[in-house]
């Protein structure tokens, strides 16, 4: 679908339909069908309900660009012939097609729901400003996503405004700068609006100010030298200590709690996309098991994701070493690890609750018994399956949300912006310019998400920024950002962006079926025992790819294809616009 053409239909859609409202506990719809925008908005709880949907039916078209986005480009996860793994990306890929026009379309129904609320006389003012607030919130947000994916990008500040003036299919790009600018404003709007407080799992003021600091130090970059602009930087330290001190949220206990079906709506969760498990309307509904989780694992048979995998370059991070290392010697001091990849030998009492818990291994080589529908070989080449995004079978499901999951569909929370990446958003910001900092507040912010992955591990009593950006990875590996960190270094230093990425080992593992499978059954790890027993070669890396070809160009994907067929202005050169006098809200 066209870019613009998408603002025609949500504007429609927003206005009329209300049809992709999704229908769980905390995303419940209307009872009665067909509202129009005549007949909506005519009290408070219709504004709640009438935003609801913004919490995830626009966003289901990004979930795969997310991962093949945030993980594959950057050298977390590796996903067979992508073009995202080799940078080889054009403008007719489909999931950047999907992704843009799913960007494009979250605009759209905020810009359209936004407007509505604001006109309706029924609903208290606070509830109004309430829900304006969340609807300017996941704008920004998708503003955040295109900028930092596109570049120069169209503002469409009003769809309805842009339709009447028949301006929409002739849009020009507008520079970067002024971009980030429009999206600082949006959150500024944003924040005068919301309350400190909300419902659980609803964006408040501090979700707000999070996303903030987190675009003041994306920007700080922005157009320098070897450098970042110091007021940018001051400005995301003092918004993100904000929200670490006066939110009242708290990092949970437990690193790999935060990505459970029962914490869906945990208070380390500032923004997130809150699916419904339903399939009517379809995209209301997540569906990443899918395309994350090997063969067979859960029991409706819509699992595709074992030949991918977290790539090398990540189990390195984490000093894994899959060939050399016996699971039953693994050293594990990072707790993070477990909730990032599986490795032969790894159990999960949070997987298949019915069954005891998930056994990796067991899972692959037993498969008239335990592992039923499930692959019976080890699948992914790099020796590690996903962790991130998955919710077990449908037992786990129920357990945790009292209702079944579907074929591709389940209601696990997709978390976009959580409080340990704005502690860490705060550390970097005071860090910021220096070659290391021994400032106490920072410190006290790194240490306490390091200290929480790594239980009883010295503190750090000085930090560069190689210590917070690898803490980076760690903590966040999976959740589609690490891409965007790599963005907004190019922005001030494109040369080590491109060496860290060209000198990344992206390539797979070969044999290893046979040595997981001989250590199973014999309980010996021998990678020349294992070869033998299974008449191949040796478990090894596989060498013979080259390093992708990554440029200063490689950090701004293609626009699509179908777009600038659309509108010939996306291919000339962006404009200026001074966002606060031409853009009110």
């Known amino acids: 679908m066209k870019i613009f053409s998408t603002i025609k239909y949500t504007a429609v859609v927003a206005a009329f339909g209300l049809g992709l409202t999704s229908c769980d506990d905390f995303l419940n719809r209307p009872a009665e069908d067909n509202y129009n925008a005549g007949n909506f908005y005519q009290n408070d709880e219709q504004c709640y309900q009438g935003v609801n949907y913004l919490y995830n039916s626009p966003w289901y078209d990004f979930q795969r660009g997310f991962i093949k986005v945030g993980e594959v480009l950057s050298g977390n996860m590796y996903w067979g012939s992508s073009p995202y793994l080799t940078f080889t990306i054009n403008g007719t890929d489909e999931d950047l097609v999907n992704m843009s026009c799913s960007l494009w379309a979250a605009i759209g129904h905020a810009n359209t729901v936004y407007n509505y609320i604001g006109g309706a006389s029924a609903p208290s003012q606070t509830v109004k400003n309430y829900t304006q607030g969340e609807c300017l919130t996941w704008k920004a947000m998708a503003y955040f996503y295109l900028v930092r994916t596109f570049g120069d990008v169209p503002i469409i500040h009003d769809n309805t405004a842009e339709i009447g003036a028949g301006t929409y299919s002739t849009k020009f790009k507008v520079q970067r700068a002024d971009v980030y600018e429009y999206i600082v404003m949006t959150l500024e709007k944003a924040m005068e609006l919301l309350p400190p407080k909300a419902a659980k799992g609803r964006i408040d003021y501090y979700c707000a100010e999070a996303l903030l600091a987190k675009v003041y130090l994306t920007r700080s970059g922005l157009g320098q030298n070897g450098s970042r602009s110091q007021s940018d930087l001051d400005m995301a330290a003092k918004l993100a200590k904000d929200v670490i001190d006066n939110s009242g949220?708290?990092?949970l206990d437990n690193y790999a709690d935060v990505f459970r079906l029962a914490n869906n709506d945990s208070e380390e969760s500032l923004i997130a996309w809150r699916w419904s498990s339903g399939r009517e309307p379809w995209t209301q509904q997540n569906t990443l098991q899918s395309d994350l989780a090997p063969t067979g694992f859960d029991e409706f048979g819509d699992c595709w994701g074992g030949y991918g995998g977290p790539s090398v370059d990540l189990q390195d991070a984490f000093g894994i070493d899959v060939i050399n290392t016996n699971p039953a010697m693994r050293i594990d001091p990072d707790t993070r690890r477990k909730a990032v990849m599986m490795l032969p030998g790894d159990k999960y009492e949070y997987f298949w609750t019915n069954k005891g818990g998930f056994d990796v291994l067991r899972f692959c080589y037993d498969t008239e018994d335990y592992g039923k529908g499930g692959p019976g070989e080890w699948q992914s080449p790099t020796g590690a399956y996903n962790v991130k995004h998955l919710y077990g079978n449908n037992a786990d499901h129920e357990a945790a949300t009292g209702v079944s999951a579907g074929v591709m569909c389940n209601q696990l929370a997709t978390h976009i912006l959580r409080l340990s990446d704005v502690y860490l958003i705060y550390a970097e910001a005071v860090l910021g310019n220096s070659s290391e900092t021994s400032d106490a507040s920072a410190l006290a912010a790194f240490n306490a998400v390091r200290g929480r992955a790594i239980p009883g591990s010295t503190p750090y009593t000085k930090i560069t920024f190689d210590d917070v950006w690898k803490e980076r990875r760690l903590e966040l590996a999976g959740e589609g950002d690490?891409?965007?960190?790599?963005?907004?270094l190019a922005y001030y230093d494109t040369q080590r962006a491109i060496n860290e990425l060209v000198g990344q080992r992206r390539n797979s593992y070969w044999n290893l079926n046979g040595l997981?499978?001989?250590?199973?059954?014999?309980?010996?790890?021998?990678?020349?025992?294992?070869?033998?027993?299974?008449?191949?070669?040796?478990?090894?890396?596989?060498?013979t790819t080259a390093a992708p070809n990554v440029t200063a160009s490689s950090f701004t994907l293609p626009f699509p294809t179908t777009d600038t067929a659309l509108n010939k202005n996306l291919l000339a050169d962006p404009i200026h616009e001074e966002v606060r006098e031409l853009y009110a809200y």
């Open 249 to 251: 949220r708290h990092l």
């Open 482 to 488: 690490r891409w965007y960190d790599y963005v907004r």
């Open 516 to 543: 997981y499978k001989y250590y199973y059954e014999n309980g010996v790890w021998d990678v020349s025992k294992a070869a033998a027993a299974s008449d191949g070669a040796e478990a090894g890396y596989d060498e």
